[in-house]
T-cell receptor, first 114, second 112 residues
Framework: GDSVTQMEGPVTLSEEAFLTINCTYTATGYPSLFWYVQYPGEGLQLLLKATKADDKGSNKGFEATYRKETTSFHLEKGSVQVSDSAVYFCALSPLDTGRRALTFGSGTRLQVQP | IAGITQAPTSQILAAGRRMTLRCTQDMRHNAMYWYRQDLGLGLRLIHYSNTAGTTGKGEVPDGYSVSRANTDDFPLTLASAVPSQTSVYFC???????????FGQGTRLTVV
């Protein structure tokens, strides 16, 4: 079945450092891909998405490119801030009407130190 | 626009008691979901509904039931709570099952 694999955390960075959080997926076909962010004590918020191969999603300085050849959707940010500290989830959409819901990775905690 | 509203925000419940977690959305989304989030396990799908009047089982449905009498509401019921159901519960909705989901703020449930 479909699955999403994320790098384990926590990822600890200093402010203004470059961020990469790896995400790879397994699916039959070409699903839509998403990154969600969860701040402490809150629900998940959509950060960015890409719906087809080679699409780049971007928001708030974060970017991710849909790479079908490597089945990846890595999250990047050029300069992180303390306020980016959160848990980040990669997810993919079901590809047929029989599927149920988004499939989520296990999440990666990011800690940014001043 | 409120989006998705969950109630209660938190609850401490005695084992064996019945509990209904409420979820309402005002976005006219067709699909709704219940997830539980446990430390180190990410999100696990409990039940889903792709449209009003239909429901389905997710990864971890045992001990839970849902109903979808209308588009807006998707309550989750624990018939007889057990300590292993201690978790944070998130309700979500999406326009349809393969578009992005929007999440509520969660219900923190402790079963003692």
């Amino acid at each position: 079945g479909d699955s999403v694999t994320q790098m384990e955390g926590p990822v600890t960075l200093s402010e203004e450092a470059f961020l990469t959080i790896n995400c790879t997926y397994t699916a039959t076909g070409y699903p839509s891909l998403f990154w969600y962010v969860q701040y402490p004590g809150e629900g998940l918020q959509l950060l960015l998405k890409a719906t087809k191969a080679d699409d780049k999603g971007s928001n708030k300085g974060f970017e991710a490119t849909y790479r079908k050849e490597t089945t990846s959707f890595h999250l990047e940010k050029g300069s992180v801030q303390v306020s980016d500290s959160a848990v980040y989830f990669c997810a993919l959409s079901p590809l047929d009407t029989g599927r149920r819901a988004l499939t989520f990775g296990s999440g990666t905690r990011l800690q940014v130190q001043p | 626009i409120a989006g998705i509203t969950q109630a209660p925000t938190s609850q401490i419940l005695a084992a064996g008691r019945r509990m209904t977690l409420r979820c309402t959305q005002d976005m006219r989304h067709n699909a709704m979901y219940w997830y539980r989030q446990d430390l180190g396990l990410g999100l696990r799908l409990i039940h889903y509904s792709n449209t009003a009047g239909t429901t389905g089982k997710g990864e971890v449905p045992d001990g839970y039931s849902v109903s979808r009498a209308n588009t807006d509401d998707f309550p989750l019921t624990l018939a007889s709570a057990v300590p292993s159901q201690t978790s944070v519960y998130f309700c979500a909705s999406s326009l349809d099952s393969n578009t992005e989901a929007f999440f509520g703020q969660g219900t923190r449930l402790t079963v003692v």
